[in-house]
């Protein structure tokens, strides 16, 4: 199983260094493991493209082999609990903050519905570490940003809904009623930190919608700072509309045109526990909280 596990996690971070950082092994141990695996059965599984490892013509086969042997490994030991009576008691999910306060209302009616079950939230920094937290298995499901032709192909993206995006801004700011994005840049923003998944998404929605580079005011990960430096006067910030509809002290403005993202779900192929699938179920039935009217 480990062997799977090692090929199957080359194959999707692309480097032996980048899979021993997920899995919490040596890179000598998945370097032998997967020589061992070529010379025993006698195939080159991966080869070099540029800087990254990709599975060669016949390595694709052995991964997707190993993708669906790990599944059913995954399937007998859900059947196996629960012909042994021992009903999933822990779910796993893998989120950012601030995605993470989408779910809320989800969340709680699970919990009520399903009294002996503990369910763990995994901060994540951005939305790429969602995906890295499901493709290791360090959670069965993650919740994010899913970004059209960008997301891994080798996990299974479940849309949820597509939320607005508003510039939440200090009390009688300049600004018109429905904002753009060059207004967007002569504000003092408040930021995500650089290198962030979710800085790289309103740094790329700058550059190509805007002519100059952002007054930067204030830069922290925590939301919380980042409504009370709005109150303080010392910026504006990018959020969800359906988070900060009602918010006291401070001006939500819509942009023009509209700019919204599609959030939803991820999962590794497989069976699901059935917490998780009735968790996306909840979500999918409350996602008209998700819109702010």
Same mark, same amino acid.
């Given at each position: 199983?480990?062997?799977?596990?090692?090929?199957?996690?080359?194959?999707?971070?692309?480097?032996?260094?980048?899979?021993?950082?997920?899995?919490?092994?040596?890179?000598?141990?998945?370097?032998?493991?997967?020589?061992?695996?070529?010379?025993?059965?006698?195939?080159?599984?991966?080869?070099?493209?540029?800087?990254?490892?990709?599975?060669?013509?016949?390595?694709?086969?052995?991964?997707?082999?190993?993708?669906?042997?790990?599944?059913?490994?995954?399937?007998?030991?859900?059947?196996?609990?629960?012909?042994?009576?021992?009903?999933?008691?822990?779910?796993?999910?893998?989120?950012?903050?601030?995605?993470?306060?989408?779910?809320?209302?989800?969340?709680?009616?699970?919990?009520?519905?399903?009294?002996?079950?503990?369910?763990?939230?995994?901060?994540?920094?951005?939305? %790429?570490? &969602?995906? /890295?937290?499901?493709?290791?298995?360090? +959670?069965?499901? $993650?919740? =994010?940003? *899913? @970004?059209?032709?960008?997301?891994?192909?080798?996990?299974?993206?479940?849309?949820?809904?597509?939320?607005?995006?508003?510039?939440?801004?200090?009390?009688?700011?300049?600004?018109?009623?429905?904002?753009?994005?060059? %207004?967007? &840049?002569? /504000?003092?923003?408040?930021?995500?930190? +650089?290198?962030? $998944?979710? =800085?790289? *998404? @309103?740094?790329?929605?700058?550059?190509?919608?805007?002519?100059?580079?952002?007054?930067?005011?204030?830069?922290?990960?925590?939301?919380?700072?980042?409504?009370?430096?709005?109150?303080?006067?010392?910026?504006?910030?990018?959020?969800?509309?359906?988070?900060?509809?009602?918010?006291?002290?401070?001006?939500?403005?819509?942009?023009?045109?509209?700019?919204?993202?599609?959030?939803?779900?991820?999962?590794?192929?497989?069976?699901?526990?059935?917490?998780?699938?009735?968790?996306?179920?909840?979500?999918?039935?409350?996602?008209?909280?998700?819109?702010?009217?």
């Amino acid at each position: 199983m480990q062997q799977l596990r090692y090929l199957v996690a080359v194959s999707d971070l692309g480097s032996v260094s980048a899979a021993a950082r997920s899995l919490h092994v040596t890179q000598p141990a998945i370097s032998r493991s997967i020589r061992s695996f070529e010379v025993e059965h006698g195939v080159t599984v991966f080869r070099l493209s540029g800087r990254r490892l990709v599975p060669t013509e016949a390595g694709i086969t052995v991964v997707d082999a190993a993708r669906r042997a790990l599944a059913a490994i995954d399937a007998v030991e859900l059947e196996a609990r629960a012909a042994g009576g021992q009903a999933e008691l822990e779910l796993v999910i893998a989120t950012t903050p601030t995605n993470g306060l989408l779910l809320a209302a989800a969340l709680s009616e699970l919990g009520r519905s399903e009294p002996g079950l503990e369910i763990k939230v995994q901060r994540a920094g951005d939305a %790429d570490e &969602v995906l /890295q937290m499901v493709q290791d298995g360090r +959670a069965e499901i $993650g919740f =994010r940003e *899913l @970004i059209p032709g960008g997301d891994d192909l080798q996990l299974i993206s479940k849309p949820l809904a597509e939320v607005d995006i508003v510039l939440v801004s200090p009390r009688d700011s300049d600004l018109p009623v429905a904002v753009s994005w060059h %207004d967007v &840049v002569r /504000q003092p923003l408040i930021l995500p930190p +650089a290198g962030s $998944g979710r =800085r790289q *998404l @309103i740094d790329d929605q700058i550059a190509r919608s805007a002519l100059h580079a952002p007054q930067v005011a204030l830069v922290t990960e925590d939301r919380g700072s980042w409504v009370a430096a709005a109150r303080a006067g010392m910026g504006s910030f990018l959020s969800y509309r359906c988070l900060v509809d009602g918010l006291d002290g401070v001006d939500v403005r819509p942009f023009e045109p509209p700019a919204t993202v599609m959030v939803g779900f991820v999962h590794r192929a497989g069976p699901l526990s059935r917490q998780a699938t009735l968790l996306m179920e909840l979500a999918l039935k409350s996602k008209a909280l998700l819109r702010a009217t």
